[in-house]
């Protein structure tokens, strides 16, 4: 027998119905083995090399011809623990290859496992400096530090050539992580299109122009993931290098919170800018 109508809760909680004398525990049987069994479908991000798998959440499936890949109720500073390449597979053109100020050649493309540990490491120097992030914890598993900053879409910034920092002093390696940065919903649900961002640039790669790689890269990825537009939430006063990048790539400072955080080497209380991009007015043609 075919039933084309959903039973009430109330009916396949009864032991029998008048009208479903002897069926009634089987169909309720079937219903939550139909409703408990189902597996989550997998998407899969391959790119030479690299093979990471990302699950994406059982009770909420994305839909075809939307990119935004959605996990119920994340925002900016939570989520589930993942592997930073929900939607990946639908951006043909990774990895991005381009040049930092001083010419070498670097590469963006997505964490691979053996990256965590080191994105990790570079998260919980930020916090430690407290002076550009809120958190004042550091992140104390791989799992924690996944469910922040790999819960949508995260990469790396590699270089491509060993070369010398901007001091002219700590050489470096081809394949050294310089920076990285994630894309996620900034709000949950009916705000989901809204993107936000984080940045780190490891410290001996600092005013190399790694984070304008990273700013640029961020706009042209967010947009191609499906987002309408980006927001960041605190971008400090004392912040000065974070405000010229964000204003230099186009970003309109649109919020001021006064008394905002208290910061390593600032006396007081210092204020926070919310800054907004419009990825819709974004050309198609966006170079990195």
């Known amino acids: 027998?075919?039933?084309?109508?959903?039973?009430?809760?109330?009916?396949?909680?009864?032991?029998?119905?008048?009208?479903?004398?002897?069926?009634?525990?089987?169909?309720?049987?079937?219903?939550a083995v139909t409703t408990t069994t189902s597996t989550p479908k997998t998407t899969r991000y391959e790119k030479g090399q690299q093979h990471l798998v990302a699950k994406s959440s059982p009770r909420r499936r994305a839909n075809r011809n939307d990119t935004i890949l959605h996990r119920p109720m994340t925002t900016a500073y939570s989520g589930d623990p993942g592997f930073g390449v929900l939607g990946l597979d639908q951006i043909p053109y990774l990895p991005i290859e381009t040049r930092i100020k001083n010419g070498t050649r670097v590469q963006i493309s997505p964490f691979?496992?053996?990256?965590?540990?080191?994105?990790?490491?570079?998260?919980?120097?930020?916090?430690?400096?407290?002076?550009?992030?809120?958190f004042e914890k550091e992140f104390e598993t791989i799992d924690a530090y996944?469910?922040?900053?790999?819960?949508?879409?995260?990469?790396?910034?590699?270089?491509?050539?060993?070369?010398?920092?901007?001091?002219?002093?700590v050489a470096y390696d081809s394949g050294e992580i310089m920076g990285c940065f994630y894309i996620k919903p900034n709000f949950p649900g009916r705000c989901s299109h809204i993107c936000n961002g984080g940045f780190i640039t490891a410290p001996k790669f600092r005013k190399m122009?790694?984070?304008?790689?990273?700013?640029?890269?961020?706009?042209?990825?967010?947009?191609?993931?499906?987002?309408?537009?980006?927001?960041?939430?605190?971008?400090?006063?004392?912040?000065?290098?974070?405000?010229?990048l964000w204003e230099s790539l186009g970003f309109e400072r649109v919020a001021v919170l006064e008394n905002a955080a208290k910061l390593e080497g600032v006396k007081g209380l210092d204020t926070a800018y919310g800054y907004r991009f419009d990825l819709e007015k974004l050309p198609l043609d966006y170079k990195v």
């Open 209 to 244: 122009g790694v984070a304008t790689v990273m700013g640029k890269s961020f706009l042209k990825l967010a947009k191609d993931l499906g987002y309408k537009s980006s927001y960041f939430n605190l971008v400090f006063q004392s912040n000065v290098a974070s405000i010229r």
């Open 112 to 134: 691979l496992q053996q990256d965590w540990p080191i994105g990790m490491d570079l998260m919980n120097l930020i916090i430690r400096e407290g002076k550009t992030w809120p």
């Open 146 to 169: 996944r469910g922040y900053f790999l819960s949508h879409a995260a990469f790396v910034v590699k270089s491509m050539e060993p070369g010398i920092d901007s001091q002219g002093v």
């Open 1 to 31: 027998m075919i039933l084309t109508r959903p039973l009430s809760q109330s009916i396949l909680s009864s032991p029998l119905h008048p009208r479903f004398p002897c069926c009634v525990r089987h169909i309720a049987t079937i219903t």
